[in-house]
């Protein structure tokens, strides 16, 4: 291993490692939740080196900020979430589980390293959109209809979107988008990972809506799939646009 793979490797732990303290004395992340983020954080780094790793990091920026912001309008109309937001392993490995096993992926098959780059930023694209629609939507939403039967609904339930949340959601798979592209190249891939990170945050809304709704999947399943089904919706138009 060259010096500077050495130095590296060294900075990334560092960097880990203080994130993982200052997450658990921010009481953002709890103590396992806080090691799980670091090993899947580790992961990313080895496949997508740091571009990978900002991504999550600023997916994990952008839902810290989203769960606080409008905290106390949150909390008088009973939306708040548990524990002040703070972050259980499960809820690690729901949102970023999949960027995990495809920075292994990507460091394992270096020849498919550009399928998997777009498949990682597009996870967590997804979950960026999902975090940043559901929490800045119940502030900012206006109108709040069923995913399902298009119908009003009551702001804050499984499956209910709003325009306002929608927009959000996608802005936050546009800052994900640019990070990739500073990372690997201003390409047409930005687009597939705004496109897929938007498909994943609506299925994660029509899961919500009826699986989650009806008890038959936990809220850190939807999340999962969420993410799944972002990364496989920008492979497939990766397959698509490749041939």
Same mark, same amino acid.
């Given at each position: 291993?060259?010096?500077?793979?050495? +130095?590296?490797?060294?900075?990334?732990?560092?960097?880990?490692?203080?994130?993982?303290?200052?997450? /658990?004395?921010?009481?953002? @992340?709890?103590?396992?939740?806080? +090691?799980?983020?670091?090993?899947?954080?580790?992961? #990313?780094?080895?496949?997508?080196?740091?571009?990978? @790793?900002?991504?999550?990091?600023?997916?994990?920026?952008?839902?810290?900020?989203?769960?606080?912001?409008?905290?106390?309008?949150?909390?008088?109309?009973?939306?708040? $979430? $548990?524990?002040?937001?703070?972050?259980?392993?499960?809820?690690?490995?729901?949102?970023?589980?999949?960027?995990?096993?495809?920075?292994?992926?990507?460091?394992?098959?270096?020849?498919?390293?550009?399928?998997?780059? @777009?498949?990682?930023?597009?996870?967590?694209?997804?979950?960026?959109? !999902?975090?940043?629609?559901?929490?800045?939507?119940?502030?900012?939403?206006?109108?709040?209809?069923?995913?399902?039967?298009?119908?009003? !609904?009551?702001?804050?339930? !499984?499956?209910? #979107?709003?325009? $306002?949340?929608?927009?959000?959601?996608?802005?936050?798979?546009?800052? /994900?988008?640019?990070?990739?592209?500073?990372?690997?190249?201003?390409?047409?891939?930005? #687009?597939?990972?705004?496109?897929?990170?938007?498909?994943?945050?609506?299925? !994660?809304?029509?899961?919500?809506?009826?699986?989650?709704?009806?008890?038959?999947?936990?809220?850190?399943?939807?999340?999962?799939?969420?993410?799944?089904?972002?990364?496989?919706?920008?492979?497939?138009?990766?397959?698509?646009?490749?041939?």
């Amino acid at each position: 291993m060259q010096l500077s793979t050495q +130095i590296q490797y060294i900075l990334v732990l560092l960097i880990l490692l203080t994130g993982m303290i200052l997450s /658990i004395k921010a009481q953002k @992340l709890t103590t396992p939740a806080a +090691i799980t983020g670091g090993l899947l954080g580790f992961l #990313v780094f080895l496949g997508a080196g740091f571009p990978g @790793l900002i991504m999550m990091a600023s997916f994990f920026v952008m839902g810290t900020l989203a769960t606080s912001w409008g905290s106390a309008y949150k909390a008088s109309m009973g939306l708040a $979430e $548990e524990n002040k937001g703070r972050r259980k392993a499960s809820q690690v490995i729901a949102n970023a589980g999949v960027g995990g096993i495809l920075g292994l992926l990507s460091w394992l098959f270096t020849h498919q390293s550009e399928l998997f780059h @777009l498949m990682l930023a597009a996870s967590f694209a997804s979950a960026s959109s !999902d975090t940043l629609s559901s929490e800045l939507g119940n502030v900012y939403g206006k109108r709040f209809y069923n995913i399902i039967s298009f119908k009003p !609904d009551s702001r804050g339930l !499984d499956g209910v #979107v709003s325009l $306002e949340g929608t927009l959000l959601g996608m802005l936050g798979s546009c800052i /994900i988008a640019g990070i990739y592209g500073f990372g690997f190249g201003w390409t047409w891939n930005l #687009v597939w990972i705004v496109l897929a990170g938007t498909v994943g945050n609506l299925s !994660d809304s029509i899961l919500g809506g009826t699986m989650e709704r009806k008890q038959y999947l936990s809220n850190d399943a939807v999340n999962f799939l969420n993410t799944l089904i972002g990364a496989l919706t920008a492979m497939l138009i990766y397959s698509i646009v490749s041939q």
